[in-house]
């Protein structure tokens, strides 16, 4: 960065609140854009087109998501979407736009705890997306090869698949985790590296207003934010991607160039060749971390050996979870039929209990025993398919295992409905894989061979 070393967070200026030069003649709406009307870019502050703030509607009504303090749905939003998009184009444009408190709401997590997840209005996620559809082609470029959080062209999958090849070329694995880092944030630096990558006033300005936009708790009372971006806000993966990419990813290329790793928003994996090594990047990521205001998880981040049949060495960790998927040593067939011992990836426990508590949640056999299967078909086939295609991508089989929790709940869907196997088990799952026997094509797991028995 400016003024500082290749991974300093100690840059230039900080927003601020100057006028940008005027530019050309706002271009007419497209098709299907209502015309906002009112003033042209002529005597605004900052030039920003009305069809970049239709383009970031469009973008955010195709996220949907939920109502914000002010309770307005996208649906209410819609009712006077000329008037809306218009006061969020002129409120920008003047400077005078101030973004409302996040909603904030706690999501319960399996460790018993809770995730604080912020919720910003409708109209506030259109400005955001206007802000990042202006800022994110300056920063993309410069991001890492193997960062591959909420950019374009990367998944999670893609992740998974690079550590899967890595963990058979290393050993070790330092499985990290940040404390809180989300609620963590340096303002002042993510600032000066926003002011690094743009010279654009009212992009400044605006993301220096989300992230101290309070937060209004469930009693209605507001909170102030001192440090820290929500998670909910369109404009916080890119904040937290770009200061990792500084307080992280240049820093270890630069450190510890022979220890790859990758990395998914603030969940991290980096490969060492001894434990000894592991230990060290440990140490020295502890402090480096420190320096940008981060803690590391002082029970989550382990060392982790990547056991298998030709890696025998005995050590207390020999799995971690990296994006839903447990790596860890597996049996696994060669080219030859012969089975040895890999160390692969395949669906979490915590992710197959989250699908079993999703199925159960249909509650099918209780309150759905009045519809048909083409029916339940229609309401289970989208989730069953995305499952598949994420947690189905590596180790298939166990993602089917966790499936089979599938015909079990339909199994006492026919029970509930059909009088005559009433508490009869294996009848009425015999009667289903008579059913798939004759139309395979009902369901998405049945068509993936995972259909129940059908007896004789």
């Not at 025998?312 to 960790?317: E, L």
């Not at 011992?341 to 949640?361: D, G, H, Q, Y």
Request: aromatic share 10%; net charge positive.
């Amino acid at each position: 960065m400016r003024g500082a070393g290749a991974d300093g967070l100690e840059v230039a200026m900080k927003p601020g609140n100057s006028g940008g030069a005027k530019g050309p003649d706002i271009p007419a709406p497209g098709r299907g854009q209502p015309a906002m009307g009112g003033a042209s870019a002529r005597g605004k502050a900052y030039d920003i087109p009305k069809q970049l703030v239709w383009e970031a509607y469009q973008q955010v009504k195709a996220n949907r998501g939920a109502a914000g303090v002010d309770g307005q749905s996208l649906a209410a939003f819609e009712e006077d979407l000329k008037g809306n998009l218009y006061k969020i184009w002129n409120r920008m444009s003047s400077g005078s736009y101030v973004p409302a408190p996040v909603k904030l709401v706690e999501i319960p997590k399996d460790n018993g705890g809770k995730r604080p997840l912020g919720i910003p209005t409708v109209a506030d996620r259109v400005a955001q997306t206007v802000v990042k559809m202006v800022f994110e082609p300056c920063v993309e470029p410069i991001f890492h090869p193997d960062s591959y959080g909420y950019r374009p062209g990367k998944s999670a999958l893609n992740a998974v698949g690079v550590t899967r090849k890595r963990c058979w070329e290393f050993d070790w694995v330092v499985d990290l985790d940040i404390k809180a880092f989300f609620d963590s944030l340096d303002h002042d630096l993510v600032e000066r590296a926003v002011a690094h990558h743009t010279d654009v006033p009212w992009v400044r300005l605006y993301i220096s207003r989300w992230l101290r936009a309070p937060a209004q708790v469930l009693d209605g009372t507001l909170e102030p934010r001192t440090k820290g971006t929500p998670q909910g806000g369109v404009i916080s993966p890119l904040l937290a991607n770009l200061f990792l990419h500084y307080a992280f990813d240049v820093w270890m290329r630069r450190r510890f160039p022979a220890c790859p790793f990758e990395r998914y928003a603030d969940d991290a994996v980096i490969h060492c060749r001894t434990q000894s090594e592991a230990q060290a990047v440990v140490e020295t990521i502890r402090g480096r971390f420190e320096q940008c205001h981060l803690e590391l998880h002082p029970t989550k981040t382990r060392i982790v050996y990547c056991q298998d049949d030709d890696r025998s060495k005995k050590h207390d960790n020999v799995k971690f979870d990296f994006l839903g998927y447990t790596f860890q040593p597996r049996r696994a067939k060669n080219r030859r039929g012969r089975f040895f011992v890999s160390f692969l990836p395949a669906i979490s426990t915590k992710a197959a209990k989250a699908i079993r508590r999703r199925i159960r949640e249909w509650r099918m056999a209780s309150t759905r025993n009045n519809q048909q299967l083409e029916d339940l078909a229609r309401l289970i086939n989208p989730f069953v398919r995305g499952w598949m295609n994420y947690y189905g991508r590596f180790y298939r089989s166990l993602c089917g295992q966790v499936l089979r929790h599938l015909n079990e709940a339909l199994a006492a869907w026919v029970r509930r409905k059909f009088t005559r196997l009433r508490n009869r088990e294996r009848a009425s799952m015999h009667w289903l894989g008579r059913v798939a026997r004759r139309e395979r094509s009902l369901f998405v797991h049945w068509q993936l061979g995972i259909v129940p028995e059908a007896g004789v």
